[in-house]
Every structure is written in C-alpha cells, then in structure tokens.
C-alpha cells in the first residue's frame, strides 16, 4: 500500500516525461481542465468529447473550427507508412466534425452553405470518380487495340485509327470480316509490296516479334523506373488498404499514369495478361486522388475508405460492363468498411462509369465491353454432355495452373532470374510471341479472341 501511494496516477500530469515539447503541454494542461470543468458540471450528448483529449469545454470548444479538431495536436489523422488506421477515433472524429457543422448551419448563409457542401460531398467525389474512371476506361480500350494491330500493320492515311476504324469507309467494322481492306496495309505490304508468300510471312513475323517485345520492354522499363507499385493486378493490396493498412503511394498519381499506361502496352504484347483486374487498381488511384479534393474524405482515413470501395466497383463495372456485379465484387470481396450510404454511392459510381464508357463506344458495337454476350439459339440436350466435358477439363486445367504458378513464384524468389525482372519479361514475350504466331488464333489479342468465342456461329 506505501508503494502505490507513491506511484503517480496514469493520467496525471506529473507522470509525463520532462522531455515532453510546450505545445504537448499546453495541450494537455487544456485537457486537464476540460476534465476538472466536465466533472463539475456533467455533460450531454450533444458535447462533442474529442476522444484524442478527452475534452469537452463547452467555451473552449466554440473556439474551434472544424479543422482545429485534428491541426491543434500533431499526428492526429495522420498515419505512418504501413501503419493500422484506427477504425474507432476516425469515424469518432467525423462525427465530431458533423456535429460542429450542424450546430453552426443557422449562424450564416455560409455556413448553411457549407453544411449543404459537407452533405453532398459524398455523392459528388463519387461522381467524379464515375466519370474520370469511365474516360480513363475509354483511352486505355482505344490505345490497346491500337497498339495490338500496330504489330500486323499500318492505316497509312491515319495512323491513329486501328484495323477496325481504318476500315469503316469499307463497311468492315467486326472483326470477323477484315482481309479485303485496302485501306489497311500490312508491314509486308509497306516493306517488300507482298501480302501472301513465305517473304511476307517472315516480315510479318519479325515485325510482330519487334513490336511485342518493345511494348513488353516499355512496360516493364516505366514499372521498375518511375512507380513500382504498379506492378501486379493490384486486388490483393487494394483489399489489404481497404481493411484499414496504409502504403503511401500505392494510389498515388504516378501509379495511376504508369499503370495506365502499362496496361495497354502489357496488353498489346501478346502476353497472357488482361486489364480486367488492373482496372479495380486504376479506379482506387482515382478515388484516393479526388477524394482530396474534399477534406471531408481526404483528411479522414476511415471515410476515404467509402470511396475507394465505390472506385472498385467502378472498377469492375468498366472492366465487364456488369455495375451490379462490381457492387457485388467491392461488397463481397474487397471492402472492410461497407455501411448503407456506401452501398448506393458504390451502385450510382459504378452506373456512372460504365455509363461514360459506353458512350465513348471505343469497340463500335454500342456496348461497353467487347465480347458483349447475345446468344439466341436453343440448347439441345445432348449438348450438356460436352458442357460437362469442358467444366471438367477446364478445372484440371485450372488447377494445374495455379499449382505450376506457385511453384514459378517460389523458383523465381531463390533464382538469378528474379533479379532481373526487365529480362524475364522479355524472354517470356519472345517466347509467347514465336509460339504464339504460329497459330492465328493465339496470334489475335485474349479481346479479339474471346469476341469470337462469343459469337453465334452456324453453317453460314
């Protein structure tokens, strides 16, 4: 009992070291006061008590502005690198903030204004967010289809239009019927004046060799230089950062514009890659990026997490035209944090974005993905017996290849080739791209492929 009394109490100011800086103290003096005022005369629920201090000074908190609540003590909000966001302080905090702009809403007109702004905000950040992932969804289809028929050939009276487009004039705007073009001339064509014969062949393929392993090299070359963290799908550290862990730049702009980029150049090399999963990252980099554009979201980590879980369901719904299905997928898979509110803006953000893509209409069918699913013909019954053929043949595939994938990235951590990434990406497009060309089907980008999958084939 002698040696507890004289132990100082927890939260005493004497038990503070010496070393602690004046405007620590002059805090917590504050706060000492608060607490000897809040025990004198009690408190209500319409107190804000900041949980950081413990303080709940009625005069001195019409002192504060809303801003104040986090800028008076340093750190406050802010987190280190792969550092844990406390989940509890920053929703506390909101409502702290909520509550002074509600009780200041009939001083004056601005801040009526303001507490009109504050409630919006929400639905306008995920607006934004629609429609730049929308417009980025649209030039990052038109630049890889593109750069894929950049590797057969050229429209010499506008080199910015692919096959596709260069052909409109001849009525030829699928991609099942373009081998009578003339307006579109392949490297053959353009080198030697020889469309068919083994010389046109061999140019063909040296040009398509070329061009898969300068996109591949430039992509990999603008990864490793300017934003590592672009590497990869990205879904599993964005489901990582949406539990509530901090990677400082890993939605940041350059990741943006090199990830951006590096999709429809990983893309157009021929490589087994697709922009399917890198678009959910691309949708968090802009949601981070505009959410400072309003304090409310961009100084508060918990609430920036709200949109960065409309941004992936924006995500997915540019990627497969499907904004139910990316609701679903940032419901279901992604997000920690997921309340009501978030729901609906993760469904309007999603409608936005596919809206904006299909607008753009980069694949000229009026939809918003390329391998748009309109299959009316019957079934017959038999034909289940093969459906149950390739189910099964498809999963021992699959499973093959995520055993085979496993044992690859275990060998590449303890091998010499993991330490020259640029040069395992070009040994690997050389590889796909000779094997690959040998077949005409494996030749054509996983888009154009897929397209064919999913048309209606018949004796015409």
């Known amino acids: 009992m002698r040696n507890m009394e004289k132990r100082p109490l927890k939260g005493n100011v004497s038990s503070i070291p010496m070393s602690v800086p004046a405007s620590y103290q002059s805090v917590i003096d504050k706060v000492s006061n608060g607490e000897k005022h809040r025990h004198r005369s009690g408190s209500s629920d319409d107190d804000m008590i900041d949980i950081t201090t413990g303080m709940a000074n009625p005069s001195f908190q019409d002192e504060l502005t809303s801003s104040q609540y986090t800028d008076d003590i340093p750190g406050i909000g802010q987190y280190e690198d792969f550092h844990t966001i406390d989940w509890q302080r920053d929703i506390a905090r909101d409502r702290m903030r909520h509550r002074y702009i509600v009780k200041r809403k009939q001083n004056s007109v601005f801040d009526l204004v303001r507490g009109a702004h504050d409630a919006w905000s929400g639905w306008l950040c995920v607006l934004l967010v629609g429609l730049v992932t929308g417009c980025v969804a649209g030039l990052i289809d038109i630049g890889a289809s593109w750069m894929s028929d950049l590797k057969y050939g050229l429209c010499p009276q506008a080199f910015w239009l692919n096959e596709e487009q260069c052909c409109w004039s001849s009525n030829e705007t699928s991609y099942g019927d373009k081998g009578n073009c003339s307006q579109w001339l392949t490297w053959s064509e353009l080198i030697a004046d020889a469309k068919t014969g083994a010389g046109a062949y061999i140019i063909q393929f040296i040009f398509y060799v070329m061009w898969a392993l300068l996109f591949a090299l430039l992509a990999a070359s603008l990864v490793r230089m300017f934003a590592p963290y672009a590497c990869g799908s990205g879904i599993p550290e964005i489901k990582t950062i949406l539990s509530g862990f901090i990677i400082r730049g890993y939605l940041g702009k350059w990741t943006l514009i090199i990830k951006s980029v590096g999709i429809m150049l990983a893309v157009s090399a021929g490589l087994s890659l697709g922009k399917e999963g890198p678009m959910v990252h691309i949708a968090c980099c802009i949601g981070n990026i505009l959410s400072y554009l309003f304090p409310k979201y961009g100084k508060n980590e918990a609430k920036k997490r709200e949109i960065l879980s409309a941004a992936a369901a924006a995500g997915v719904s540019v990627a497969f035209g499907a904004p139910i299905g990316g609701v679903l997928f940032s419901l279901e898979e992604v997000s920690y944090y997921f309340p009501l509110k978030t729901l609906w803006r993760s469904f309007f953000c999603a409608l936005v974005a596919a809206f904006v893509l299909r607008s753009i209409?980069?694949?000229?069918?009026?939809?918003?993905?390329?391998?748009?699913?309109?299959?009316?013909?019957?079934?017959?019954?038999?034909?289940?017996?093969?459906?149950?053929?390739?189910?099964?043949?498809?999963?021992?595939?699959?499973?093959?290849?995520?055993?085979?994938?496993?044992?690859?990235?275990?060998?590449?951590?303890?091998?010499?080739?993991?330490?020259?990434?640029?040069?395992?990406?070009?040994?690997?497009?050389?590889?796909?791209?000779?094997?690959?060309?040998?077949?005409?089907?494996?030749?054509?980008?996983?888009?154009?492929?897929?397209?064919?999958?999913?048309?209606?084939?018949?004796?015409?």
């Open 361 to 460: 209409n980069p694949f000229g069918n009026e939809h918003s993905v390329l391998f748009y699913v309109e299959y009316n013909k019957p079934f017959m019954f038999f034909e289940l017996v093969p459906f149950v053929g390739l189910g099964i043949i498809g999963g021992v595939i699959a499973t093959i290849f995520i055993k085979a994938n496993l044992y690859w990235c275990r060998y590449r951590k303890v091998s010499r080739l993991g330490q020259y990434p640029v040069t395992e990406v070009l040994v690997v497009t050389a590889i796909t791209a000779v094997v690959g060309y040998l077949n005409r089907f494996t030749r054509m980008s996983t888009s154009q492929l897929i397209f064919l999958l999913f048309s209606q084939c018949g004796v015409s």
